[in-house]
């Protein structure tokens, strides 16, 4: 029987093995391991079972069958000395306590005092880039050039597949695809219950909310609640499905609650339409719409040290959405508006008027009426285009404005041009806190904002209301959407279900991949077209 890979793929819950593979084991001679790898690996801790369980207090890990010198183990209860299954079991005497399976190696050998295997054993390996003792089955210590020598090993006997196209890739590539899907794994720890999550979102839900073990289960906030405070695990919810009273129960009780809300690229569709999300965040301070109070991001974004490697990521993922014509919703198609080329140009961004983000993030704002009115007194002498939110264009949320009432202080109103080919046009855009001001900042678009969204105060905007004291700290762009795009949110693969990073999810909704609409997603559709006709209709009865 072939060895699995050291650097291996966790098993996610309904997708085939040979799908989500980052390695196959056996192929051709590689190239030399170097140590630039090798440090990539330790410090990244991926290989092995990193998915695992993470028992603590372990002080001496030991494979099953390996012996352990009596002194070492002398002081030590059975509890603190723990037995790694293996495949080739041979008993010994060693008692101790048996570890869960699969368990992460690198969390517990990180926390021991030794490790005890044979010298080719991943358990060794992994101490020996951690720099953690290792004795053999002959009790004797073994050299750490060894160790070493036999990782370089271990990770030149596989070759690399990249999951999301089956091309072939190095082992820096998969390295780093693994140590994403760690970083997703970690933030998922601890979530004992979900709540208020819709019916049609579930399936992506439990996927986004897999941390290498489980997904925990989806409960009414009343029990999901009840389960979080028995376990002293973290309940996370969707804020805008989850009762007020709900959420001051969970700090009264102490309970940690974990916002689930849509990422920054959502999915092919409007969410409104009944379009599963295709990226989620998961704040465990906050949320990014919230500027009241922190949240992940403003931290994330207030504190990083963004290394080069992760600011050129950035760099290349904007120059592909830009290339791409990708928006939140998906590509962008349409007709362009034409705009007059004698007189400065202003794109007005319209929103959803009951939307969170407007009600903890607008500074005051009263909503699309009040925004035009604050868009007109800074550009008096500016061409405003208004563009309303898709969402309440569709006739799924509240946020319209009749025609005379926009042309009160707007020039023009769009809703058929291609978006983003419009931001760019334009020599300005002004948001309340859309998400439009973050994609025109990343096409180089001067932005001007009357909110204050999670891309405002940071140096890269021209802020009109006032900014919270937690930020301040100027920020390159490529930082902003290091941390927006890369760091803060987690992704869904549409094709293979796999957890993916932005880059992926750009390329799958620039090239058409299936979009996860339904008869439900159908339903919505048709359901918003009628209430836009009654509204519609309404509004010329009334003049």
């Excluded at 070759?159 to 390295?175: H, L, M």
């Excluded at 007194?377 to 319209?400: K, M, S």
Aim: net charge neutral; glycine share 10%; with cysteine.
């Amino acid at each position: 029987m072939t060895a699995l890979p050291f650097l291996r793929s966790p098993p996610f819950p309904g997708i085939a093995p040979a799908t989500a593979a980052v390695s196959v084991a056996g192929g051709e001679a590689h190239a030399p391991v170097s140590d630039k790898l090798l440090d990539m690996v330790a410090m990244a801790r991926v290989g092995s079972s990193f998915w695992g369980h993470r028992p603590e207090s372990v002080t001496l890990v030991v494979r099953e069958g390996v012996a352990v010198p009596q002194p070492l183990l002398e002081g030590l209860s059975r509890d603190e000395i723990g037995i790694v299954r293996g495949a080739n079991v041979r008993r010994s005497g060693v008692s101790g306590r048996l570890l869960p399976s699969p368990c992460d190696p690198w969390a517990i050998i990180a926390a021991a005092r030794s490790v005890h295997a044979e010298p080719e054993d991943e358990l060794a390996i992994i101490a020996g880039l951690l720099g953690i003792p290792v004795l053999g089955a002959d009790l004797q210590p073994i050299a750490p050039h060894i160790l070493r020598d036999n990782a370089r090993r271990a990770i030149a006997a596989a070759n690399y597949r990249d999951c999301f196209s089956g091309r072939p890739i190095g082992a820096e590539q998969a390295v780093t695809q693994l140590a994403d899907w760690r970083r997703y794994f970690e933030g998922n720890r601890g979530i004992a219950a979900a709540s208020g999550m819709a019916f049609w979102k579930r399936d992506a839900i439990r996927r986004f909310l897999w941390d290498g073990l489980g997904s925990p289960p989806l409960l009414s906030a009343e029990r999901g609640l009840r389960l979080a405070g028995k376990t002293g695990g973290t309940l996370a919810v969707w804020p805008s499905r989850v009762a007020q009273a709900d959420m001051e129960r969970a700090r009264q009780e102490g309970v940690p609650v974990a916002k689930v809300e849509d990422g920054f690229l959502r999915s092919k569709g409007l969410g409104a339409a009944l379009h599963p999300p295709g990226s989620v965040v998961i704040d465990r301070s906050g949320i990014y719409y919230d500027a009241r109070f922190p949240s992940d991001l403003e931290t994330l974004l207030a504190t990083h040290d963004f290394s080069a490697e992760l600011e050129q990521r950035a760099a290349r993922l904007r120059a592909l959405i830009r290339a791409s014509g990708v928006t939140k919703y998906g590509t962008d198609t349409g007709r362009m508006i034409d705009l007059p080329a004698e007189c400065r140009t202003v794109l007005a961004i319209g929103q959803v008027e009951d939307d969170l983000s407007v009600a903890f993030g607008g500074a005051g704002c009263a909503g699309n009426l009040d925004l035009l009115r604050r868009v007109r007194v800074a550009e008096p002498d500016a061409h405003i285009i208004y563009r309303p939110h898709p969402d309440v264009q569709a006739g799924l949320r509240r946020g319209h404005l009749s025609d005379t009432a926009i042309l009160d202080h707007a020039d023009a109103i769009d809703t058929g041009s291609p978006l983003m080919a419009l931001v760019q046009a334009v020599d300005e855009v002004h948001v309340l806190s859309s998400l439009t001001g973050f994609e025109a900042l990343m096409r180089g678009r001067p932005v001007t904002v009357h909110g204050m969204p999670f891309y405002a105060g940071w140096g890269l905007t021209r802020d009109l209301a006032p900014s919270t004291h937690r930020r301040g700290r100027v920020l390159t762009l490529d930082q902003l959407v290091a941390g927006a795009l890369i760091l803060y949110p987690r992704y869904l693969d549409p094709v293979t279900r796999l957890p993916c990073g932005p880059e992926v999810m750009v390329e799958r909704l620039a090239s058409g991949a299936p979009s996860s609409g339904s008869w439900l997603s159908r339903m919505r559709t048709l359901q918003g077209k009628l209430q836009r006709f009654m509204t519609l209709s309404a509004e010329y009865l009334h003049g």
